[in-house]
């Protein structure tokens, strides 16, 4: 429904595009071609962008609960099977990989600051998706250069 819906408003703004074309300086930028390729472009990459970045914060906590449940289970079976000998070291082994495997993923989703980046892009892409019924409305007073709540270093890498 969201994919129709999101149609329907495109569609509108591609008929009236053609209208505006010669009348609207905001369609045609200098070395840019026309607007509307420009804002699906970007629209398109700030939104995959947002996907991506989205997928890895949710997967890293998928992987944080499964590991978790991983090393609780080591836990209880080496409490509950009470092995004797060389055996009885497996599942402390186990346990502690498990947890290694957390850490690993905890310090890594903090690195890469996935869901900060996934925040981000997703503004931009609500923004850009905005973008087109605030131009038809009031074209004058559209800053078309601005990119939301992403800065300059992020502004460039959208573009690369």
């Known amino acids: ?94 346990e502690l990989l498990s947890i290694g495997t957390i850490a690993w993923f905890y310090w890594s989703e903090k690195k890469h600051d996935w869901h900060k980046e996934w925040i981000q892009y997703r503004f931009h892409t609500e923004y850009l998706r905005c973008l087109p019924l605030i131009c038809l409305e009031s074209p004058d007073k559209v800053d078309y250069k601005s990119s939301g709540a992403i800065g300059t270093n992020e502004r460039k890498k959208l573009h690369e």
Not at 16 to 28: F, G, M, Q, R, V
Not at 35 to 53: C, H, I, P
């Open 1 to 94: 429904m969201r994919d129709q819906f999101r149609n329907f408003l495109l569609l509108g703004w591609k008929a009236s595009s053609k209208i505006y074309a010669d009348a609207n300086p905001l369609l045609h930028l200098p070395g840019e071609g026309k607007l509307w390729e420009s804002w699906k472009t970007a629209f398109e990459l700030a939104d995959n962008k947002a996907s991506d970045y989205g997928k890895k914060f949710r997967n890293t906590y998928t992987y944080l609960y499964f590991f978790s449940i991983v090393a609780v289970v080591f836990g209880v079976l080496n409490i509950g099977l009470n092995l004797e000998g060389p055996l009885k070291i497996i599942f402390p082994i186990g």
